[in-house]
């Protein structure tokens, strides 16, 4: 069955640095796209990042471009998503999903950003 694991999330200081990992299992990775969701306290989730499946192409929130980078390892079926700058309203858990008919989602992994 299709798996999505997330991992990589901690407590980071603002302006510092984290990289998520989703380790993908039960599909054919090489052949979706893959997004990054945040979900904030009392927040609608939100698209954070998204890349083809190819790697190809991707595409950012506003609040997160030049900041974060999402990018995918098809051999390892792993997206990432490399945060820097980090700053306190990044706090939120985060979630892989795989784009497709139907979504799958993982089953996210906290991010505070606190000083």
């Known amino acids: 069955q299709v798996q999505l694991v997330e991992s990589g999330g901690g407590l980071v200081q603002p302006g510092g640095s984290l990289r998520l990992s989703c380790a993908a299992s039960g599909f054919t990775f090489r052949m979706y796209p893959m997004s990054w969701h945040r979900q904030a306290p009392g927040k609608e989730r939100e698209l954070v990042a998204a890349i083809s499946n190819t790697g190809g192409s991707t595409n950012y929130a506003p609040s997160v471009k030049g900041r974060f980078t999402i990018s995918r390892d098809n051999a390892k079926n792993t997206v990432y998503l490399q945060m820097n700058s980090l700053k306190p309203e990044d706090t939120a858990v985060y979630y892989c999903?795989?784009?497709?008919?139907?979504?799958?989602w993982g089953q996210g992994t906290q991010v505070t950003v606190s000083s």
């Open positions: 999903k795989r784009v497709g008919t139907p979504d799958y």
